[in-house]
């Protein structure tokens, strides 16, 4: 399908265990994002990532891994899971260019016992 | 220090009426504003976007104002409709200076047209 997917889209794991949330977009953005949302931050910026092999941190990055060896995926590691990385992880991705908009996976809802 | 700023938390309006939400930024580098409406278990979608070298960009029933000098914006939505009540956030981003176009984001404002 085209558009931006992300998988899975619910996920409940335990305290210390690793986690990989999977972002996948067919149509070959050069810049790709994640974020978080939680109950009074709006969306806070975890990582991005500006092409293959060039990732940075965000406003929030501690805990989390990335990784872009293919344009089209980026997966968020969460090394360690904590009870304070439950929230909803939104992927994003656009061109490069000025006034391009982010378009945005449906999110995956995580929660950590 | 939230360098962009949705005061309301909510906001309900009559179907018909006029819908006003606003936000406030304060850094002067910020020269691209997006409106993102975002449903329940949905990702954000993108609404409407202005540059910082305009004061009002239009889309049907949507229409964002910029006021640079008070770094304020807001989205005027005529008329509304059950459809629109969502969550609407605010997002800002310095498209020069290698910026990598992040986003930075408001907390949202959470919209409700009653019919």
């Known amino acids: 399908d085209a558009g931006i997917t992300q998988s899975p889209r619910y996920k409940i794991t335990e305290t210390g265990r690793q986690v990989t949330l999977m972002c996948h977009q067919t149509w070959s953005h050069s810049y790709m994002f994640w974020y978080r949302q939680d109950l009074g931050h709006g969306l806070r910026l975890i990582y991005y990532s500006a092409a293959a092999d060039i990732t940075d941190k965000g406003e929030v990055p501690d805990g989390y891994v990335v990784s872009r060896s293919k344009t089209e995926n980026f997966p968020l590691t969460l090394e360690s899971a904590t009870r304070s990385q439950t929230s909803v992880y939104f992927c994003a991705s656009r061109l490069a260019g000025f006034y391009n908009e982010q378009f945005f996976g449906p999110g995956t809802r995580l929660t950590v016992l | 220090d939230q360098q962009v700023k949705q005061n309301s938390p909510s906001l309900s309006v009559q179907e018909g009426r006029i819908s006003i939400l606003n936000c406030d930024y304060t850094n002067s580098m910020f020269d691209y504003f997006l409106w993102y409406k975002k449903y329940p278990a949905e990702g954000p979608t993108f609404l409407i976007s202005i540059s910082s070298i305009k004061d009002k960009n239009e889309d049907g029933r949507f229409t964002v104002f910029l006021n640079k000098s008070a770094k304020h914006l807001s989205l005027h939505i005529v008329p509304s409709q059950p459809g629109d009540s969502a969550v609407y956030f605010c997002?800002?981003?310095?498209?020069?200076?290698?910026?990598?176009?992040?986003?930075?984001f408001g907390k949202g404002t959470l919209l409700t047209v009653n019919p």
């Open positions: 997002a800002a981003s310095m498209n020069s200076g290698g910026s990598n176009y992040k986003l930075t």
